[in-house]
Nanobody, 124 residues
Framework: QVQLVESGGGLVQAGGSLKLSCAASGSILSLNHMGWYRQAPGKQRELVAIFSSGGSVTNYADSVKGRFTMSRDNAKNTMYLQMNSLRPEDTAVYYC?????????????????WGQGTQVIVSS
């Protein structure tokens, strides 16, 4: 059973930055398309970034394009989400997971059980 552990969230002022991490059990990140999701209170989970298994494709939701950057360190079995120019509407719990495709919309199904996520709060 694959385990994913997200970390790096916190409270930040609008315009600030955070870097989230997603640690996976085992050397699996390079074998899978990986994505970052977020879920704001009262809203459905939203896919915001995808990184293909080969590393040649990255896709971002329009709401984060130009502000968020996804990366991966296969040696550490860890992927990251660098979030800059944060806005109050970025407030959400952020999750990572493997995906069965590389399209942002419609989002492909997630492959594994969800981790606990990491909370990001952006104050205005």
């Amino acid at each position: 059973q694959v385990q994913l552990v997200e970390s790096g969230g916190g409270l930040v002022q609008a315009g600030g930055s955070l870097k989230l991490s997603c640690a996976a059990s085992g050397s699996i990140l390079s074998l899978n398309h990986m994505g970052w999701y977020r879920q704001a209170p009262g809203k459905q989970r939203e896919l915001v970034a995808i990184f293909s298994s080969g590393g040649s494709v990255t896709n971002y939701a329009d709401s984060v394009k130009g502000r968020f950057t996804m990366s991966r360190d296969n040696a550490k079995n860890t992927m990251y989400l660098q979030m800059n120019s944060l806005r109050p509407e970025d407030t959400a719990v952020y999750y990572c997971n493997a995906l069965r495709g590389v399209n942002i919309s419609p989002p492909p199904p997630a492959k594994w059980a969800w981790g606990q996520g990491t909370q990001v709060i952006v104050s205005s």
